[in-house]
């Protein structure tokens, strides 16, 4: 039995309408996570004169996970966004098959298709 997703992965071609809802879900995810940043530094700095100490730790490794992630995500979006730029978005980078669009209108920032997402966690 061959599985959908991976048949999905290699039977459809990005339309230009395709390419700019995806453009503008990764923009909008772009603007949350730059406001995401500049609320946690800002928390940083208000919450760093007026916490206890204990809770301050505490607060301060979770602004530091979230930051770090916010971080990433950002980047992935940025990297996305370049992509589409560079008329490379939509390819897998590792077997270069197209990415199905039911993928990257989950995860827009998507670099692998499915098949090789998977097969790249299943190496994790």
Known sequence: ???????????????????????????????????????????????????AERRAASQTEVRVTLTATARMVLAEVEAALARMDQDTYGTCRLCRGPVALARLMIVPQARHCAHCQQALEAGR
């Open 1 to 51: 039995m061959v599985n959908q997703q991976t048949t999905d992965d290699h039977d459809r071609n990005l339309s230009a309408e395709d390419l700019a809802a995806l453009r503008e879900n990764l923009h909008e995810q772009r603007l949350f996570r730059q406001e995401q940043l500049e609320q946690l530094s800002a928390s940083a700095t208000t919450r760093a004169a007026t916490s």
